[in-house]
């Protein structure tokens, strides 16, 4: 099952420095039933993206949690066995909660596909939505606004084997 894991760039050093996203468990974000159920009309390349911007979303929590990372949103595409990836049947039909799995293993690097990062210039609208996202949680409609502005910069694709490039502070050769 290809799975969506949300991290910050923090987060993505250090799995780089282990080998693994771990210790399980972790949430990630897939094509699961209630999300196909949610989008009935989409193809399976747009429930993909769907979930990935469900793990977009997560990341930017995740950014509001710890300050110290920097403004950049991850996602990490990875395939683990259907097992490992388990949805909570009584979140399945929450609307926040859609896509969402635990996975209960730690995800290898060999296991990943690909890196989902944003660019540079997105930084200031994903501190600002990161800011905002709690609020907008709560039902705040200018802070659903900011966060929909940092959901306006799409991630940028790198290749698993461009990890060491995105975690090297700039400046550093």
Do not use: C, K
């Amino acid at each position: 099952m290809r799975v969506y894991l949300p991290l910050t760039l923090s987060w993505l050093a250090e799995l780089r420095r282990t080998g693994q996203a771990g210790p399980a468990p972790l949430t990630a974000y897939a094509v699961t039933p209630a999300l196909r159920e949610w989008y009935l009309s989409g193809g399976e390349e747009e429930l993909e993206y769907a979930a990935l911007s469900r793990a977009a979303l997560a990341s930017l929590r995740l950014l509001a949690a710890d300050p110290s990372a920097p403004r950049r949103r991850v996602v990490v595409a990875a395939d683990v066995p259907d097992r490992n990836a388990v949805a909570d049947p009584d979140l399945a039909l929450q609307p926040e909660a859609l896509g969402e799995v635990t996975l209960t293993s730690a995800v290898p690097l060999a296991a990943m596909a690909a890196v989902h990062v944003d660019a540079p210039d997105a930084e200031s609208d994903v501190a600002a939505a990161a800011g905002a996202v709690g609020a907008a949680d709560e039902g705040d409609d200018d802070a659903q606004f900011t966060v929909d502005g940092a959901a306006d910069h799409e991630l940028l694709w790198y290749g698993v084997q461009e990890i060491d490039g995105l975690i090297r502070p700039s400046g550093e050769r």
